[in-house]
Each structure stands twice: as structure tokens, then as C-alpha cells.
């Protein structure tokens, strides 16, 4: 069974760091293109960042660019979002997503339970 499972929200002040974690399990993700989706109180669900299976083709929002950095760990099947100079409109619940590929406007097939991130200013 594949399974999405994140790590590492919580609560932080305006302009800190927080780091998020996804482990993945039950298929070869390494081969996935995997990333970060959020969803806000009252907001549409926003695309954060994805990267494909070579960490060579990597996309950002432009609301997060500059700020954010995706990565992975093919050989522990990790994925990561390191949060820089959070603002409070990153709060969100952030949610790990994965797929067979990055093309296409619904490439994110599988989806973890989500991550809460609160921005205290």
C-alpha cells in the first residue's frame, strides 16, 4: 500500500525556519515526481513545489520562490521542504504528494494526511 506520511509542522514566528519531512513507503518513489501542496483556511488548494525523480526539474509557486527549497532522498525514500522567512500567509496545512510523473495539471496521484503549519507574528 503506498503511503505518504509528513512530519515536522508546528508553530513558528514570522521570518523563522520550519523543515518539513515526508517519508514514503510501499512503492519505488524514487522514480516518482513528488512535492508539496498546501491548503489554507478559506484559500484554494495551492501547488507548493515539485521536483522529478533526478532532482534536476524543479518548480516553486512564485508566492514561495527564493523562500522555499524542495529536495529528496531517493536511497530513504525522504522528501523535504525547508521554509525560510516564513510569512503568516504560509499557514496551511501541507500535504506530500507524489506521481508516476510531473506533467500535467493533475500529476499529484497519491497524497498524505497533511502537516499543520501555524505562523505566529
Known amino acids: 500500500q503506498r503511503q505518504l506520511v509528513e512530519s515536522g509542522g508546528g508553530s513558528v514566528q514570522a521570518g523563522g525556519s520550519l523543515r518539513l519531512s515526508c517519508a514514503a513507503s510501499g512503492s519505488t518513489y524514487s522514480r516518482y515526481c513528488m512535492g508539496w501542496f498546501r491548503r489554507a483556511p478559506e484559500k484554494e488548494r495551492e501547488e507548493v513545489a515539485r521536483?522529478?525523480?533526478?532532482?534536476?526539474?524543479?518548480s516553486y509557486a512564485d508566492s514561495v520562490k527564493g523562500r522555499f527549497t524542495i529536495s529528496r532522498d531517493n536511497a530513504k525514500n525522504m522528501l523535504y521542504l525547508q521554509m525560510n522567512n516564513v510569512k503568516p500567509e504560509d499557514a496551511a496545512i501541507y500535504y506530500c504528494v507524489a506521481g508516476p510523473s510531473c506533467g500535467g495539471e493533475s500529476w499529484a496521484r497519491t497524497w498524505g494526511q497533511g502537516t499543520q503549519v501555524t505562523v505566529s507574528t
Open positions: 521536483i522529478d525523480h533526478f532532482s534536476t526539474d524543479i
